[in-house]
């Protein structure tokens, strides 16, 4: 084959895989359906609903590892401990100060959760980490931080040096055939990930947090993140509505989609939990819920009336 037919080849592969993305991200903003995302609870509602999922599929595939990057207090790998028993959990925290707050208070080693002051990048030593202040100047111990600046942040940030690994390194001795992972490194997704690509051949799901504007400096966006881990075999299955331009995405690998309790879970995630909850409400006679339920939708209705009003004025 010609020089040019090969970069023609690889430019067709490219613009398809551009093309399978762009169809998933469209099809994901179905679940909106299930919410008003112009209200905090039900943005909130929505994240729950994902990590609910997540974690279905979690225990579905149990993994023989489960790697939580950007921690705080590893609330994620508590869950996935209570679903699964006998795997190793690992959840690495590279705010220093979190790591103090949180291991001081948690007997994480008791709970069976390897809980690190570590953080994962694409080469080992240490590394220059931000650290967000308050309005006082103190450093924040909330779990906000980034290997990536951020020069617009109001209240300044600390740089600390911070011990470092990737993935491959921190687990080239580990024995395991499959994993899931936790990805919440504010912005930071390219350098973790990209100290991983051993590691992602292993994982079976992965939950990360993605922006569709950016918040650090150097950042991969939402576009980014999906481009990288479907040419790394995976496929992008659901999302939360956190917030406007902030959220989490559940990848799969694509190879393990057609799994029958996948499916059905997928299935789930994709109905209505709210009708579903209202028609079981009445089938029982629960006092007190059904009328929840009944107020819940009734409310839903009125804003969608406003709303279709509102889009009829404008175009009149």
Not at 185 to 196: M, S
Not at 252 to 278: F, K, M, N, P, Y
């Amino acid at each position: 084959m010609k020089k040019n037919d090969k970069n023609s080849g690889r430019n067709r592969a490219a613009q398809d895989g551009s093309s399978v993305l762009a169809a998933y991200d469209r099809a994901l903003f179905c679940a909106a359906a299930n919410y008003d995302v112009e209200l905090r609870s039900d943005r909130r509602r929505s994240t729950r609903d994902l990590e609910r999922f997540f974690f279905q599929l979690v225990r579905i595939f149990q993994p023989e590892l489960f790697i939580e990057a950007g921690a705080k207090d590893a609330t994620a790998s508590r869950r996935v401990r209570a679903l699964c028993a006998d795997i190793r959990i690992v959840a690495f925290e590279a705010n220093p100060y979190t790591y103090e707050r949180f291991s001081s208070k948690v007997p994480y080693a008791e709970e069976g959760v390897e809980y690190l002051h570590l953080a994962l990048s694409n080469e080992v030593g240490t590394v220059s980490f931000n650290v967000q202040r308050d309005e006082k100047g103190a450093p924040r111990a909330n779990g906000r931080g980034s290997l990536l600046d951020q020069q617009d942040y109001a209240e300044g940030l600390e740089k600390v040096t911070v011990p470092c690994s990737t993935l491959d390194v921190f687990f080239e001795e580990q024995d395991y055939t499959r994993s899931c992972m936790w990805v919440d490194v504010e912005g930071a997704t390219e350098i973790v990930l990209g100290g991983g690509p051993e590691t992602l051949q292993k994982a079976a799901a992965i939950f990360i947090e993605v922006e569709d504007r950016a918040v650090w400096e150097g950042q991969w966006l939402r576009a980014d993140v999906a481009a990288h881990l479907f040419d790394a075999g995976f496929v992008p299955i659901a999302r939360d509505f956190q917030a406007r331009y902030l959220y989490n995405m559940v990848f799969v690998r694509e190879s393990l989609l057609d799994t029958d309790r996948v499916r059905w879970a997928l299935t789930r995630w994709h109905s209505d939990g709210s009708i579903a909850q209202l028609a079981q409400a009445l089938r029982r006679g629960v006092d007190g819920e059904a009328e929840k339920l009944v107020g819940w939708l009734k409310s839903s209705a009125k804003r969608l009336s406003d709303k279709t009003k509102l889009f009829g004025d404008r175009h009149n």
